[in-house]
């Protein structure tokens, strides 16, 4: 069950990206991610709100949120400090680079996670896995090449580092994620799915807030500005519906984050199909070559993970 989820989060994660793409165009990042966060709060807020006043449908659903103490709150206020610097990270880079660029990078964020989850969890790596791990540094170096061709050097661009950056904040955020939501026997937190994706959402909507306010507000006519693109809400709905299906995927007996991860940055297949058939990017035999050995290095990661 939790496998046939992880693949439908996937496909949901390749939509948010090309309407991501798609909302940045000549547009301010800033503004953007503002209201991505503010609509996926609204999303969220009234199950909060019918959870809060003992609702009967919400509280017999899966879109019950529980109440917790401050304590567990400064565990998802970590988690929404987390993922925000890794949206920032990621807007800025996919703003500035191909999608058919950004997918692959972001594609090799299973490994990230397999190697955080050997150093935190104690996990070993066998053989298949060290094969995928070894395919997907040398993918990535086939990538750079695939770069040069349009002038993007990956040593020198600060929007390369950026989505590397925005990788590695996620790795970080998916092994804390099977952190908080690991029962306490297990060495977890034991907090609730929806009171995760519910309250990190409107803690991302604050901090967002105050950014929209106190940087970019003070300078709009002097810096990029922001004009109202239909795609804008779409980046709510299928991020929201695919982090629900993610973190409901994750709480299920047995799921594994290593397996769950790989399988999500399948949804780079979604974004190149359409960076090339809609955004009409370019080079992209090479990078397609790239992109089939980092998911033939994820098919090495299951192998292992079985």
Known sequence: MWLALAFLSAALLGFYDVFKKQSLKNNAVIPVLFLNTLFCSLIFLPFIVLSACGNSWVESSIFHVPMVGWESHQYIVLKSCIVLSSWLLGYFGIKHLPITLVGPINATRPVMVLIGAMLVFGERLNLYQWIGVLLAIFSFFLLSRSGKKEGIDFKHNRWVFAVVGA?????????????????????????????????????????????????????????????????????????SAADFVYFYALSLDDAMISIVSMVRRGSVIVSFLFGAMVFKEKNLRSKAIDLLLILIGMVFLYLGSC
Request: charged share 10%; with cysteine; proline share 3%.
């Open 167 to 239: 990788a590695l904040l996620g790795a970080v955020s998916g092994l804390y994620d099977k952190y908080l939501m690991a029962p306490v026997t297990e060495g977890g937190i034991g907090l609730d799915r929806m009171a995760v994706q519910s309250w990190y959402n409107l803690y991302q909507c604050a901090m967002m807030g105050a950014m929209l306010l106190l940087l970019w507000y003070p300078k709009r006519k002097t810096t990029t500005s922001f004009h109202w693109h239909w795609a804008i809400i779409f980046i709510s709905l299928f991020l």
